[in-house]
């Protein structure tokens, strides 16, 4: 009888805590995946809502702008009444700034719309703004704001009688001009 060497037993196991473990590594990878995407969503979303608040703050300014600015006639006619176009390079007469400010109610709505583009393109990536009168709306101005938003995926179509320049986001604001 041999006594020094004891009877091996079947090894049917080896290496299935190896397994386990790689498994294990394998899905937390996929939970730490998912949560930097969730993470990179949230933080799209959070720049697409900054976006909105400054379209909103600017097309504000500028409706406090148009009802500071008594100007008489249709709204369809108003100096207030602007295109798709960026604000040009050159600033325009400096005889509205200040304030000793001397100049008529239409240099005043001209010197408003170029200031406040300049703002628009500046504070938005791809700003651009428009104010458009309806003459079946009475009177009402439509304040436009336009931006690029590459975060979204699916943005949702703006109304087709604002005229938006297309791949962008826009918001309207309705501004009641007071009749003088």
Not at 121 to 143: D, Q, R, Y
Request: charged content about 15%.
């Amino acid at each position: 009888m041999l006594t020094g060497i004891p009877p091996r037993k079947p090894r049917g196991q080896a290496g299935f805590l190896l397994m386990e473990a790689l498994v294990a590594v394998l899905m937390l990878s996929f939970g730490l995946f998912a949560m930097a995407g969730f993470q990179l969503r949230v933080l799209s979303d959070s720049a697409g809502a900054s976006n909105q608040n400054i379209a909103a703050q600017l097309a504000g300014d500028m409706a406090d702008r148009i009802r500071g600015n008594l100007v008489t006639g249709a709204t369809t006619d108003s100096p207030y009444v602007a295109d798709w176009s960026a604000a040009s390079v050159t600033e325009l007469d400096p005889s509205c700034a200040g304030s000793r400010a001397s100049c008529s109610a239409a240099e005043l709505a001209a010197d408003d719309l170029w200031n406040w583009k300049r703002r628009v393109a500046n504070a938005l990536p791809g700003g651009l703004a428009n104010v458009e009168g309806k003459s079946t709306t009475g009177g009402l101005l439509f304040i436009h704001i336009a931006w690029d938003e590459p975060a979204v995926v699916n943005p949702i179509a703006p109304e087709s009688d604002w005229n938006c320049p297309a791949g962008k986001a826009c918001q309207e604001v309705i501004v009641a001009v007071p009749q003088p």
